[in-house]
Structure formats: C-alpha cells, structure tokens
C-alpha cells in the first residue's frame, strides 16, 4: 500500500520560511518523479513544484522560483519543499504526489499517489 505523507505545515509570519517533508513508503521512491501542488479554499489545486527521480530536473510554478526550493533524498524515500520568502497568498494546503515517468509534469492528473496535504498559513 502506498502512503505519502506530509508534514512540516503551520503558521508562519509574511516573510518567513517553513520546510516541509513528504515521506512515502510502499513504492520504489527512485523511480517516481515526485510534485507538490497546493489548494486554497474556494480555488483549484495548482503546481508548485516537481522534481525527476534523479534530481537532475526541477520544475517550479512561475510564482514560487526564486522563492522555493523542491529536493529528495532517495536514501531516506523523502522529498522537501523549503519555502522561503513567504507571502500571505501562498498560504494553502500542500500536497505532495507521486508519478512513475521519466519526466517533470505539471497535471495533476498525471500523478498515480497523493498525499493527505498538510496546512499552511501566512499572516500579514
């Protein structure tokens, strides 16, 4: 069975950082290309970030680069999200998601596992 599962969420003043960690386990981590996306309430979900299995690609939203940072460490079968540079509107619930393809994506629908989402809020 597979479970992902994040943490690292919480309250964090405009201008802060948090880094938040997505463990999986009953999958080959290696090998899956690994997203995390984000949903407000009343909005979409959206892409924040991807990275390939070997690190060797990462993909960010137009509006988290320079600002966050996606990483793995397949050793520990656990991917990061450090979140820098934090604005009111990028409080969220973030969830990571796994994908078996030997590409970056950005489609959610592309992705085969997901997470439970931990919660992130910025105040003003």
């Known amino acids: 069975q597979v479970q992902l599962v994040e943490s690292g969420g919480g309250l964090v003043q405009a201008g802060g950082s948090l880094r938040l960690s997505c463990a999986a386990s009953g999958l080959t981590f290696s090998r899956y290309t690994m997203g995390w996306f984000r949903q407000a309430p009343g909005k979409e979900r959206e892409f924040v970030a991807a990275i390939l299995w070997s690190s060797f690609r990462a993909e960010y939203a137009d509006f988290v680069k320079g600002r966050f940072t996606i990483s793995r460490d397949n050793a520990k079968n656990t991917v990061y999200l450090q979140m820098d540079s934090l604005k009111p509107e990028d409080a969220a619930v973030y969830y990571c998601?796994?994908?078996?393809?030997?590409?970056?994506?950005?489609?959610?629908?592309?992705?085969?596992?997901w997470g439970q989402g931990t919660q992130v809020t910025v105040s003003s």
């Open positions: 998601a796994a994908v078996w393809t030997g590409a970056t994506t950005r489609v959610a629908e592309r992705y085969d596992y």
